[in-house]
């Protein structure tokens, strides 16, 4: 009781810092349409719940599945699968923001963990993913607490921080395998050791083994996969996503300044020009101060940068969502040095900076609130996200109607694709019609190709059925009806897509 009394006001203005959080996180979570990789693991989760003998299901396509497993218990509360989704990632971000605080607090001072938990409630990096059913905010809760813990260890020297330290990492792994890239930032946090100590050598061998300690419990968690079948499949992958040293031979810039320049357009606007400004001003000052905690917070954030830029084929925003939190601890870091050293009334400089810096990303966060598609998002991130066939629209009105239609019998519908919007994004709404209604009253969705299928033509003449396309890629054939046409955002200069919503006629062939 005495520490909360003594820290009251800090916590105070944490707890209000956390109600905004959640104030702006939690309304109108579905209202930005699903995407590819969401509907995916809405549905893996959904097929583990159902069937004990799937629970390493995601093993089959080279993913780790605790996100699966955390999710699968959130859809005994919630009726809508991609509102469960969406809310176990506001849940992840809260973990993260109260990851930056005590980050903040314990290294630096309490200004610098309050600042860095309001950078992280409102930078609209954090905002756009905390919003979406992504495995992503999960691992970066468990990157900043590794940070934490991996900290702390190098100043207590302790059993018991080797062991936490240890389930962090090893949930990382199991959440998804670049948090490999905690293991390689490790080394960096030996930069807060004290290097003049008498006792370094016996202190740096204690870490040394504590770090062994670690390690071992990191890769026992993630031996846990090796229970399910599939666990080579984590590699098999790697191919289609990672730049090999031999076929960098030669170009070894090639990635890195495509990538640098994809950073270029989404720092801007993801981050915000004045915290990027803060950014940069707060790496100046770690070194001319030579503030050791800074620096091992900067090089924790840049090291799965850097080596992402270096070697990853494909490189989209969310994929070093788990290198922004350091830079936000970094930047208030850098805004506390500043407003310490101002002579001015304080009251005056919390507001004015306050302003400076959250003024256009509020903006945009209430847009993405509110109106998503008018957000002036990354080209790339825009068109994924809402533009281009991996964004779903109009999948709850669809499956309603089918849900309808199966009240009179059972009813099939075809969909373009065997795999990810669709059918995934339509079938977490069937889940229950799919397989656990009774056989006459079933909603059956056949995976198909285009054009429509011959199995999805014979169907036709025996059962009520449909078929869902993107507009983008469907020509349109005979024997089909239109039922309702959900248009999709549209980009500059590009003809406007749509998700179909087709009746196939009986007779077609």
């Known amino acids: 009781m005495k520490v909360l009394a003594k820290h009251k006001f800090t916590l105070l203005f944490f707890l209000s810092i956390s109600f905004i959080y959640f104030v702006i996180r939690l309304p109108n979570l579905t209202l930005q349409p699903i995407f590819a990789d969401e509907a995916i693991y809405v549905r893996w989760a959904q097929i583990m719940r159902a069937e004990p003998t799937l629970r390493f299901l995601p093993l089959s396509d080279g993913k780790t599945p605790l996100f699966m497993?955390?999710?699968?218990?959130?859809?005994?509360?919630?009726s809508d699968p991609l509102l469960a989704g969406r809310f176990l990632s506001v849940i992840s971000g809260f973990a993260s923001l109260i990851g930056v605080f005590v980050l903040g607090w314990i290294f630096f001072n309490r200004r610098v963990?309050?600042?860095s938990a309001a950078l992280l409630t409102l930078t609209p990096f954090t905002f756009f993913f905390d919003r979406m059913a992504l495995v992503d905010s999960m691992l970066t809760a468990f990157s900043i607490w590794s940070l934490v813990f991996a900290l702390l260890l190098i100043r207590w020297r302790r059993l018991d921080l080797a062991m936490i330290l240890g389930y962090f990492l090893g949930g990382g792994l199991l959440t998804k395998t670049p948090a490999m890239f905690n293991l390689i930032a490790l080394p960096a946090t030996l930069l807060i050791?004290?290097?003049?100590?008498?006792?370094?050598?016996?202190?740096?061998?204690?870490?040394?083994?504590?770090?062994?300690v670690a390690i071992i419990i990191t890769f026992t968690v993630y031996s846990i996969l090796k229970l399910g079948p599939g666990f080579d499949n984590l590699s098999s992958r790697n191919q289609d996503y990672i730049f090999s040293p031999l076929e960098l031979v030669g170009r070894p810039l090639d990635p890195f300044i495509p990538h640098l320049r994809d950073l270029a357009d989404w720092f801007p606007k993801?981050?915000?020009?004045?915290?990027?400004?803060?950014?940069?001003?707060?790496?100046?000052?770690?070194?001319?101060?030579?503030?050791?905690?800074a620096l091992a917070v900067l090089i924790?954030?840049?090291?799965?940068?850097?080596?992402?830029?270096?070697?990853?084929?494909?490189?989209?925003?969310?994929?070093?969502?788990?290198?922004?939190?350091?830079?936000?601890?970094?930047?208030?870091?850098?805004?506390?040095?500043?407003?310490?050293?101002?002579?001015?009334k304080k009251i005056f400089l919390y507001l004015a900076t306050s302003v400076f810096l959250f003024l256009i990303p509020v903006k945009i966060d209430l847009t993405l609130l509110t109106a998503p598609e008018n957000v002036d998002l990354p080209r790339s991130e825009r068109s994924g996200y809402f533009e281009a066939w991996t964004a779903g629209y109009g999948f709850p009105e669809i499956a309603n109607f089918l849900i309808d239609e199966a009240k009179n019998?059972?009813?099939?519908?075809?969909?373009?694709?065997?795999?990810?919007?669709?059918?995934?994004?339509?079938?977490?709404?069937?889940?229950?019609?799919?397989?656990?209604?009774?056989?006459?009253?079933?909603?059956?969705?056949?995976?198909?190709?285009i054009p429509i299928s011959d199995d999805v033509r014979e169907q036709a003449g025996i059962h009520p059925t449909f078929f869902v396309a993107n507009n983008s890629r469907f020509e349109g054939e005979e024997k089909i009806e239109l039922i309702a046409k959900y248009p999709k955002a549209k980009g500059p200069g590009l003809s406007q897509d749509a998700i179909l919503f087709y009746r196939v006629l009986p007779g077609g062939e």
């Open 69 to 78: 497993w955390v999710l699968m218990p959130f859809f005994k509360f919630f």
């Open 113 to 115: 963990g309050l600042w």
């Open 300 to 344: 924790w954030s840049i090291t799965p940068l850097l080596i992402e830029m270096a070697f990853l084929k494909t490189f989209t925003a969310r994929y070093i969502l788990s290198s922004i939190p350091p830079l936000l601890v970094l930047s208030a870091f850098g805004v506390d040095f500043l407003i310490e050293r101002v002579r001015m």
């Open 409 to 449: 019998g059972t009813v099939v519908v075809g969909t373009e694709g065997f795999f990810g919007t669709l059918p995934d994004g339509l079938m977490i709404y069937l889940d229950s019609y799919d397989h656990l209604a009774d056989k006459d009253h079933q909603v059956v969705v056949l995976g198909s190709k």
């Open 193 to 212: 050791f004290d290097w003049k100590d008498k006792a370094r050598q016996k202190k740096l061998l204690q870490i040394i083994g504590l770090w062994v």
């Open 270 to 293: 993801l981050i915000t020009v004045p915290v990027i400004l803060l950014i940069l001003f707060s790496v100046g000052l770690a070194f001319l101060v030579k503030n050791k905690y």
